[in-house]
């Protein structure tokens, strides 16, 4: 009913710069909070930043001052600017979308992306 798809992982070295970004699109009445986690190998996958409807962000502690996270609520589409990349901040990067559906506004879901791969390395 409702499909995030991600774009813009890649390779690219420490302290450089990298640009995520994720489309819903669907059966969409309303998004509430959009954001992204990560998931590095043998870990669990972690908030990284999130963005509510107006516009207020949260950012984990180990991104913050690094990475800004955006939204475009006509577009449903929801951007991560990484900049200063560690080596720490390889990992998988999951769009999230809490989502309203037009067949029930009144319920929300949430729902993923299928995932892109960051990874920082010299």
């Known amino acids: 009913q409702v499909q995030l798809v991600e774009s813009g992982g890649g390779l690219v070295q420490p302290g450089g710069s990298l640009r995520l970004s994720c489309a819903a699109s669907g059966s969409i009445f309303s998004i509430n909070t959009m954001g992204w986690y990560r998931q590095a190998p043998g870990k669990q996958r972690e908030l990284v930043a999130a963005?509510?409807?107006?516009?207020?962000?949260n950012y984990a502690t180990s991104v913050k001052g690094r990475f800004t996270i955006s939204r475009e609520n006509a577009k449903n589409t929801v951007d991560l600017q990484m900049n200063s990349l560690k080596l720490e901040d390889t990992a998988v990067y999951y769009c999230n979308a809490r989502v309203a559906l037009t067949t029930n506004p009144l319920r929300t879901y949430v729902y993923w992306g299928q995932g892109t791969q960051v990874t920082v390395s010299s």
């Open positions: 963005i509510t409807s107006g516009g207020s962000p």
